[in-house]
C-alpha cells in the first residue's frame, strides 16, 4: 500500500505548493504554465501508447477535436461553462478515439504512426477548408464561466490555471493508478510478447483499443484547456508538425513517471520562451540541441531524475516500466 | 473413460503444401503425451492448430466435449488449453516475479479489459499464487532477476510456470528441452512433468530426444509428413524399425548446429 | 481528351518529383529502419547548393550541358558531406536505440539544419530560372509542356531503372538486400554492417540533395521548403511499402496521378487527396503496396 | 560519444548564461534613470521560416532603419523629432515563427515580462485574430503591421489594439476595377491562390467584386494549390486549357516566383495575363522574368506607387544605401505603421503640455486621426478610428531594358473612399451589398 501512497503524497504536496505559489507568479509564468499544463495532459496519452512501444504522430487530431469542441460550443452552441465545454470535449475525442481506433489498433510501429498521421491530415485539410470557421486562420474563443462566475482580468487567468491544475492532478492518479493496475501493467509486456500474453487469454488489440481511447480523451481534454488558454482554436492543431511537437515533449519526459509529463512540458515550454527571447533568429537550434543533449545524457527522460532522486531518499521505486 | 481432447480428420493445407493430413488422435484425461517426428514433420502446425495460432483447413478439435476448432487462441485458452513455446514467450523487460504475477492477475481477470483496468496488479492473493509457482517451477531464485538475463533452462521453466498459471486442464509444451545442454535436459523434464502431474494437467509435448520421450511420455505419437504413423506405448512405437528410419533418420541431422535451436 | 491527357503527364511530373524525394528515403528507411527526417534537410540543401552554383555557371555563360551535370555534382558533394557528418557523427551514437528515439534525434538535427542553413544563406530566397528557359517547351494542342518538365520524368525513370538495377544486380546491390532481408544474418556472414550503414546513408543523402538539385529551377529556394518535403516523401514511402525501390516508385505514382486528377477535376480535395490515398493504402494493406510481411515463426 | 558534445553543451551553457545577463541587462536598464525614459517597443515578425524572406526580413529592415534614424532625429518632417516625443526608441524584436499558442505566450511575455510600452507587427492574419483578445485582455497598446484580414475591427470594436494599414479588401477592390478597365468587356476569368484564409479570401473579395461590376462574368477554373506547395505542373496545365481572359491571384513571394517560372516556361502568362494583387513585392527579384501587360497591385500606394514627397524620398534611399536592395511593399507597411504610432504618440504628448502621455491618453489621441506616409496619407477612419485606409493605386507591369529595371505604366490611382467600405460597415456585406456608399472620383 504504502508503495502507491507515497508518490501520491509527493504529488498531492507539490500540487498545493505549486497551487498556493501561482498566486505569487507574474501572469505571464501563469499563463505559460496553464498552456504548458494543458500539452501535459496529451504527453501523459502518449506516454500510455509509447509504455506499450505505440508512438502516434498524429495525436493531435484528438488535440485539434477537443479544441474545436470547446470552441465551436462556446461560439455557436451558446454554452459557455467550463464543465460543459470541457465535458463535451472529453466525450467527443473519446468517441474519435474509439471510432479510430478499430483501425489504429490493429497497426504497431511505424505503420501505426504513419496511419495516425494520416488521419490527423485529413482533419488538417478539412478545417482548411471550411472558410466559415476562418481556415487557417482560425477564430477567437471566449472566455468561459465557471458555474456561472465569470472571473475578470488577471482572476481569470488563476482560475484557469487552477481548473488545469486540478484536472491535471486527477488525470495524473488516475493514469498512475492504472499504471498500477492489471491492464496497465500489460503495456510493457506487450512490447516484449504480444504471443505470449494472447496465449494467456488477453486480446491485445482490445487492450491497445482502450490505451488508445484514454490517450485520446486526455488529448482531447488538453487540447480544450489549450483553446481556452490560448483563446483561439486554428487548424494547425492538428497539423502533423503539433503531433511532432508532443512526441518531442514525451521524449523529454521520458516514460518513467506520470510526473515526468508535467515536469517535462513545463520544461519545454519555458525553454521554448527562453530560445524565442534569447535568440529570435535561430531558436530552433537550441530546441534541437536541448533534444539531442536529452537523448544522451537522459535516455529515459526527465521522469529518470525522479527515478535517481528517489533513490537518493531510498523509497521503493514506483515500478512503472522497469 | 471419455477423451478430454479430440482430434478428428484434422487437416491442414499451405496452398499446395499439405502441413497436416487425416490426424484423429482422443487424448483420455492426465496422459501425458510425447509428439515426435523429424523437422517438418507436422508436430508445430498440430500444436498451432490445437492451440487456434493456425486454423485447420479440415476436421475438427473438441475440447471437454465442446467444438473449439478454429476459435481464436486467446479463447481457448480462457477454455482451459495453455501451451508453451520452442522459444520460450517471456516479458524480457520485466523480473521473473513481474512476469509471474503479470499471468497470474490475468488468470484471475478473465472477465475482461475492463475488470482488468479496475484490479490492482499487486494483491497479497497475486503474489502468493506467483510465487508458489516459482517454487512449484524450482526458479524462485531468479525472483528479481530480469527475465532477459535468464539462462535458457529458467527461460523455458518459467514459459511454462506463465502458461498454466490459469489452471488449465490441457497444456502442449513445443519443444521444451530444445537448446538444453544434454545434462540438463532430464532435470528440466523432471521439474516439468512433476510440477504439471501435482496441477492435474494433461500433457502434450513435442520433444526430438528419445530418451526423454521414452522416459516421461505414456504415450507416443510420431508424425511423419504430416500424418500420425505411430501412436502407442512408448517401448514398442521407439523400437518399431519403420518409426526408427523415419525419425531417427533426421535425428541424426539435429546433432548438426541449427539456426532454429541456436 | 486533352483533359485527360494532361491528367496523365502532370500526374507523371508529380510523379518524378514524388520519387525522387522518397527514393533516398526508402533506401535508408529499408537498410538502416531510419525513418530519417532530416532527409527534408538534404532536399533543401540540395536546393541551395545547385541553385547558388548552378546559377553562377550560367551567369558566366558556360555550356547549358554542364550546367545540369554541375547540379548532380553539387548534389553528390552536399550528400557526401551532410551524410558523412550526420551519420559518422550523430546517428551512430544512437544504433540500436528504440527506432522512434531515432526519428526524433534526426528530428532535432533537422531543426538545427533549418536554422544552418539560414546562418549559411541568409533569409532571401534564391532563384535558378536558366535551365527552365534552356529546356524549351513541347506543344500538345493548346497544352504546352515544359522540356525540363519531360526531363525530369525521364531522369527518375533512368533512377529508378539504374537503382533497380543496382541491387538486383551489383554485388554491392546484393549485400544491401540481405541487410535489408535480416542484419543478423547479414553480420554473421561476416558483411561489414556499419560500413553498409554509413554507405547507404550517404547515397540516401546524395539522392536527397539531387531531388533538391534537380526541383531548383522550378521553384524559388527558400527556408523550410524541407518541412513540405518530409511528410510528402513520408506519405509517399508509406503507401509504396516502407524500404521498397519499386514501392517508391509504386507510390510515387499513384499519389501523382491522383492529385493531378483531384487538381483537373475536384480541386476542392486537392489539399489531402494525398493522406486519403494513405490512409486507405494503409488500411488495406497496412505493410504498403509493395513489401510483404513475414508470417510470425513461433 | 565525448567527442561530439562540447557543441550542444557549449550552447547550451552560453545561451543559459546569455539569458541571465539578458535578464540582468533589462532589469538594470529599467532602473537606470534616463531622461527621458526610453520608449520599449516589441518588434514581432517573421525572422525564420518561408514568410521570413517577403515579409520579415523587409519588415524587420524597416524598423532597424526608423528606429535608428528617429533615435538620431534624421528622419524629414513631420517626424524629425528624435525618437517619440524626445523619448528614445528601445527595440526587441521577436520571432512571429511558430503555432498560435506560441505567438500568444510570447505576446504575453513581451507585456508582462519585458513590460514593453507598444506592440508592433505580425504578418499573418491568424496570429493578429490571436493577440488581439489578449492585447484588449492585458490592456496592451498594439499596432497590428501586415495582416490583412478584416476580421479583427469588424468582429468587435477594440480598444487597445490599432492597425495603420489598410485591411485586405481595398486589394481586390482596386485589382477587380483595374482589370475590368484593362480587358474590355471580360466574360470569362480565373483564378489561382493558395489554399488557407489569405487566398480564400482574396478570391472570395474579388469574385463579388467582378459579381457587382460585371454580373455577365463568370469563372472558369478556380485553383487552390497547398501553401508552399511549389510545383505547379498541374495547376499550370489547368489554367493553359483555360479560356480566360484573365487569371487573379493572391500569391506572394515563394510561391508567386515558383508559379511565374513555371508557368513562364509554358507560355502561360503569354497566353493569359496574370492580375497579381501583391506581386510588386516579387518584381525585383523576377525582373524580366514576369512578362509586360500583367497587372500589379501593391497593397497600398507603395514603391512604384508612392506619391512624390520628401519623406518617400529620403526613405528609399536610406533603405537602399543602407540594405542594397528595394524597399518592397512590407517595409513601407512598417513605416506607416510607426509614423502612425509616433503622430499619435506625439500628439497626446502636445495635448497633456509635454511629459510622457499614458497609454490611454496614446489611444485617445490615435483614434482618428490622419498623417503623412511615405507613400501617401492615411486615414484613420474605420473601427471607431482604430483601422487605418488609404487610396491605393494599381498598375501594368513592364520590364525596362535598356535600364533593366521593373516599371509599372498605366497606374491607375483609387480613392480610399472609393474602395473602402464605409465606416462601421463590414467589408463582405459592403461587397456583397454592391459596394454602396463607395465615393470614387
Keep these: 500500500m504504502t508503495m502507491v501512497s507515497r508518490p501520491v503524497l509527493f504529488g498531492a504536496l507539490a500540487l498545493i505548493i505549486v497551487a498556493v505559489v501561482a498566486l505569487a507568479l507574474p501572469s505571464w509564468l501563469v499563463s505559460l504554465t496553464t498552456l504548458a499544463f494543458a500539452n501535459a495532459l496529451v504527453v501523459l496519452g502518449l506516454i500510455i501508447l509509447w509504455r506499450a512501444g505505440l508512438v502516434p504522430f498524429g495525436q493531435a487530431l484528438f488535440y485539434a477535436i477537443g479544441a474545436y469542441a470547446v470552441a465551436l460550443i462556446d461560439r455557436y452552441g451558446g454554452m459557455h461553462d467550463v464543465f460543459v465545454l470541457i465535458t463535451a470535449a472529453a466525450v467527443l475525442s473519446a468517441f474519435a478515439a474509439f471510432l479510430t481506433g478499430f483501425l489504429l489498433a490493429r497497426y504497431r510501429e511505424i505503420f501505426f504512426a ?5 488521419m490527423s491530415m485529413i482533419l488538417y485539410g478539412a478545417l482548411v477548408k471550411t472558410e466559415t470557421l476562418g481556415s487557417t486562420d482560425g477564430f477567437h474563443v471566449e472566455a468561459p464561466t465557471y458555474l456561472g462566475y465569470a472571473p475578470q482580468g488577471a482572476m481569470h487567468l488563476l482560475v484557469l490555471f487552477w481548473l488545469v491544475l486540478a484536472f491535471s492532478a486527477a488525470s495524473a492518479l488516475l493514469v498512475f493508478l492504472y499504471f498500477r493496475s492489471v491492464a496497465g501493467a500489460l503495456a510493457v509486456p506487450v512490447r516484449d510478447s504480444e504471443i505470449r500474453l494472447e496465449f494467456l487469454g488477453v486480446s491485445v488489440n482490445g487492450l491497445i483499443h482502450l490505451n488508445l481511447v484514454i490517450s485520446g480523451t486526455l488529448a482531447g481534454i488538453g487540447g480544450a484547456f489549450a483553446a481556452l488558454s490560448i483563446e483561439h482554436v486554428d487548424p494547425n492543431m492538428a497539423y502533423w508538425t503539433t503531433s511532432g511537437g508532443f512526441v518531442f515533449v514525451t521524449i523529454l519526459a521520458g516514460a518513467g513517471s506520470v510526473a515526468a509529463a508535467f515536469v517535462g512540458s513545463f520544461v519545454f515550454e519555458f525553454l521554448k520562451s527562453i530560445a524565442y527571447d534569447i535568440l529570435p533568429g535561430t531558436w530552433q537550434i537550441f530546441l534541437g540541441a536541448v533534444l539531442l543533449v536529452t537523448i544522451l545524457f537522459l535516455p529515459e527522460g526527465l521522469g529518470s531524475l525522479f527515478g535517481r532522486l528517489r533513490q537518493r531518499l531510498n523509497l521503493k521505486p514506483a515500478n512503472v516500466s522497469s | 473413460m471419455s477423451a478430454i481432447l479430440n482430434v478428428r480428420e484434422l487437416e491442414k493445407t499451405f496452398g499446395s503444401l499439405i502441413a497436416a493430413h487425416n490426424i484423429n488422435i482422443a487424448v483420455p484425461p492426465l496422459q501425458t503425451v510425447g509428439i515426435i517426428g523429424a523437422n517438418g514433420a507436422g508436430k508445430t502446425t498440430f500444436v498451432n492448430m490445437i492451440t487456434g495460432h493456425l486454423r485447420p483447413t479440415k476436421g475438427s478439435i473438441w475440447f471437454e466435449g465442446r467444438d473449439i476448432t478454429g476459435r481464436p487462441s486467446r479463447e481457448i485458452t480462457r477454455l482451459g488449453i495453455a501451451r508453451s513455446f520452442q522459444v520460450p514467450q517471456i516479458f524480457a523487460s520485466l523480473t521473473v516475479l513481474e512476469n509471474i504475477c503479470t499471468a497470474t492477475a490475468i488468470a484471475r481477470t478473465t472477465s475482461g479489459l475492463i475488470h482488468q483496468a479496475l484490479t490492482p496488479l499487486h494483491s497479497s492473493a497475486i503474489l502468493a499464487d506467483s510465487d508458489s509457482a516459482l517454487e512449484l517451477f524450482r526458479i524462485a531464485g531468479y525472483r528479481h532477476a530480469l527475465a532477459a538475463t535468464l539462462p535458457q533452462g529458467a527461460r523455458k521453466l518459467l514459459d511454462i510456470a506463465m502458461a498454466i498459471a490459469g489452471a488449465p486442464r490441457v497444456v502442449l509444451l513445443d519443444e521444451p528441452t530444445s537448446g538444453i545442454s544434454i545434462e540438463e535436459k532430464f532435470d528440466l523434464m523432471a521439474v516439468v512433468i512433476a510440477a504439471l502431474k501435482r496441477r492435474g494437467i494433461t500433457v502434450l509435448f513435442v520433444e526430438h530426444d528419445m530418451d526423454i520421450v521414452e522416459r516421461y511420455a505414456d504415450r507416443v505419437l510420431a508424425f511423419y509428413d504430416g500424418t500420425v504413423i505411430a501412436d502407442g506405448p512408448p517401448v514398442e512405437t521407439l523400437e518399431n524399425p519403420r518409426i526408427q528410419e523415419l525419425i531417427s533418420g533426421p535425428k541424426l541431422k539435429l546433432a548438426v548446429p541449427n539456426g532454429r535451436h541456436a | 481528351m486533352l483533359t485527360a491527357f494532361a491528367i496523365l503527364t502532370d500526374g507523371l511530373v508529380y510523379a518524378a518529383y514524388l520519387f525522387l524525394i522518397a527514393i533516398g528515403l526508402t533506401l535508408i528507411f529499408g537498410v538502416m529502419r531510419i525513418l530519417n527526417v532530416t532527409h527534408g534537410s538534404f532536399y533543401a540543401f540540395g536546393a541551395y547548393g545547385s541553385a547558388i552554383a548552378v546559377g553562377i555557371y550560367f551567369d558566366r555563360g558556360f555550356p547549358a550541358a554542364g550546367g545540369f551535370l554541375l547540379m548532380v555534382l553539387v548534389a553528390m558533394v552536399i550528400g557526401l558531406g551532410l551524410g558523412l557528418i550526420l551519420e559518422r557523427g550523430l546517428l551512430r551514437l544512437f544504433y540500436g536505440k528504440d527506432e522512434v528515439i531515432v ?52 531522369f527518375a525513370s533512368l533512377l529508378a531503372i539504374g537503382a533497380s538495377f543496382a541491387l538486383k544486380r551489383t ?17 554473421a556472414l561476416g558483411i561489414n554492417v556499419t560500413a553498409v550503414y554509413t554507405i547507404t546513408f550517404v547515397i540516401g543523402a546524395m539522392l536527397g540533395a539531387l531531388g533538391g538539385a534537380v526541383m531548383a529551377p522550378k521553384i524559388a529556394v527558400t527556408l523550410g521548403i524541407g518541412v513540405e518535403v518530409i511528410v510528402l516523401a513520408f506519405a509517399v514511402v508509406a503507401i509504396g511499402g516502407m524500404g521498397s525501390i519499386g514501392g517508391a516508385l509504386l507510390g510515387a505514382l499513384i499519389v501523382g496521378e491522383c492529385r493531378a486528377a483531384a487538381v483537373h477535376l475536384v480541386p476542392q480535395i486537392e489539399l489531402f487527396v494525398i493522406y486519403a490515398v494513405m490512409a486507405l493504402v494503409l488500411i488495406f494493406r497496412p505493410q504498403g503496396l509493395f513489401t510483404r510481411i513475414a508470417p510470425r515463426k513461433i | 560519444m565525448r567527442q561530439h558534445l562540447p557543441h550542444p553543451e557549449n550552447r547550451l551553457t552560453i545561451t543559459f548564461a546569455a539569458w541571465f545577463l539578458g535578464l540582468l541587462a533589462l532589469t538594470t536598464t529599467g532602473a537606470r534613470a534616463e531622461q527621458p525614459a526610453p520608449v520599449k517597443i516589441g518588434f514581432v515578425t517573421f525572422l525564420t521560416g518561408p514568410a521570413a524572406a517577403p515579409f520579415g526580413i523587409p519588415d524587420h529592415n524597416a524598423a532597424e532603419l526608423l528606429v535608428e534614424s528617429l533615435n538620431a532625429g534624421q528622419v524629414p518632417a513631420p517626424y524629425a523629432q528624435v525618437g517619440l516625443g524626445g523619448a528614445k526608441i528601445e527595440a526587441k524584436f521577436l520571432d512571429e515563427a511558430g503555432s498560435a499558442s506560441d505567438v500568444v505566450t510570447q505576446f504575453r511575455n513581451l507585456a508582462e515580462r519585458d513590460h514593453v510600452d507598444v506592440v508592433v507587427g505580425y504578418v499573418s492574419s491568424g496570429n493578429c485574430l490571436a493577440v488581439t483578445p489578449v492585447a484588449e485582455e492585458l490592456k496592451q497598446l498594439t499596432v497590428l503591421d501586415i495582416c490583412g484580414t478584416p476580421r479583427v475591427f469588424e468582429e468587435k470594436p477594440r480598444h487597445y489594439v490599432f492597425r495603420v494599414n489598410p485591411h485586405a479588401t481595398m486589394d481586390n ?3 477587380a476595377k483595374y482589370a475590368l478597365a484593362k480587358f474590355k468587356d471580360v466574360s470569362v476569368y480565373s483564378g489561382i491562390n493558395q489554399n488557407y484564409a489569405w487566398g480564400q479570401d482574396s478570391w472570395r473579395d474579388f469574385r463579388l467584386v467582378m459579381k457587382d461590376l460585371d454580373p455577365k462574368a463568370t469563372v472558369d477554373k478556380e485553383l487552390f494549390p497547398k501553401l508552399f506547395a511549389g510545383e505547379y505542373g498541374a495547376e499550370i496545365s489547368t489554367l493553359l486549357t483555360s479560356n480566360a481572359q484573365f487569371i487573379h491571384s493572391s500569391f506572394y513571394d515563394g510561391d508567386l516566383e515558383a508559379f511565374i517560372y513555371q508557368a513562364a516556361a509554358r507560355g502561360l502568362p503569354q497566353r493569359i495575363p496574370l492580375v497579381l494583387t501583391t506581386g510588386e513585392s516579387s518584381l525585383w527579384r523576377l525582373g524580366a522574368k514576369v512578362p509586360d501587360g500583367t497587372v500589379i497591385g501593391a497593397r497600398g500606394p507603395h514603391t ?15 533603405y537602399v544605401d543602407r540594405f542594397k536592395e528595394q524597399p518592397i511593399y512590407p517595409a513601407y507597411d512598417f513605416a506607416q505603421s510607426l509614423f502612425g504610432l509616433k503622430t499619435a504618440w506625439e500628439k497626446a504628448q502636445a495635448k497633456k503640455g509635454g511629459g510622457r502621455p499614458t497609454t490611454e491618453e496614446v489611444i485617445a489621441a490615435f483614434e482618428g486621426i490622419s498623417f503623412p506616409t511615405p507613400s501617401t496619407t492615411v486615414q484613420m477612419a474605420l473601427g471607431n478610428g482604430h483601422q487605418g485606409i488609404s487610396d491605393t493605386a494599381v498598375g501594368t507591369y513592364k520590364f525596362d531594358k535598356a535600364e533593366s529595371r521593373p516599371e509599372m505604366v498605366d497606374i491607375v490611382r483609387y480613392s480610399a473612399a472609393c474602395v473602402n467600405p464605409p465606416a462601421d460597415v463590414n467589408s463582405i456585406a459592403w461587397l456583397e451589398g454592391g459596394m454602396k456608399g463607395a465615393k470614387c472620383d
Design chain 1, 114 to 118: 504513419m496511419l495516425s498521421l494520416a
Design chain 3, 103 to 154: 526519428v526524433l534525434v534526426t528530428y532535432a538535427a533537422f531543426l538545427i539544419l533549418e536554422d544552418v542553413i539560414k546562418l549559411i544563406w541568409g533569409p532571401n530566397s534564391y532563384a535558378l530560372y536558366q535551365p527552365l528557359a534552356l529546356a524549351g517547351t513541347i506543344d500538345v494542342g493548346s497544352l504546352v509542356l515544359s522540356g525540363y518538365d519531360i526531363g525530369l520524368i525521364v
Design chain 4, 173 to 175: 477592390v482596386s485589382t
Design chain 3, 171 to 187: 554485388r554491392w546491390g546484393h549485400l544491401l538486400t540481405v541487410v535489408i532481408f535480416d542484419r543478423e544474418i547479414a553480420a
Design chain 4, 304 to 318: 512604384f506607387f508612392a506619391h512624390e514627397s520628401a519623406l518617400n524620398v529620403w526613405f528609399h534611399k536610406a
